[in-house]
């Protein structure tokens, strides 16, 4: 519902966009996206995010190393092999 009504994103409430994506329990949704203080996995996520210099999604990240770019499949699956077996400097991606 969020994407298919991107226009109205800001104009339209939450629970609204839930009503029209069949959401069953609309008290506890609108319960949830109440609260305003941070839930603290996400603000740990963040925190780590900052910490290696992400700045949006994906953030591709293996045994220390990350990815630059949104890699594809295939180019996700050689990467994590070749880090995997050899390091990052085995590889074009660092």
């Known amino acids: 519902a969020l994407f298919s009504g ?4 800001g104009v339209k409430s939450l629970g609204q966009y839930a ?11 609108e319960l949830c996206t109440s609260v305003s203080e941070p839930v603290s996995i996400i603000d740990n996520d963040v925190k780590a995010a900052a910490g290696i210099g992400a700045t949006g999604t994906p ?3 293996v045994n220390g190393y990350q990815y630059v770019g949104f890699p594809s499949e295939a180019e996700l699956i050689a990467w994590v092999s070749a880090v995997a077996k050899n390091g990052p400097d085995a590889t074009p991606w660092q």
């Not at 991107?6 to 994103?9: G, I, M, R, V, Y």
């Open 6 to 9: 991107q226009d109205s994103l």
């Open 19 to 29: 009503a029209t994506a069949n959401v069953r329990d609309l008290a506890a949704f």
């Open 59 to 61: 953030t591709v990240v």
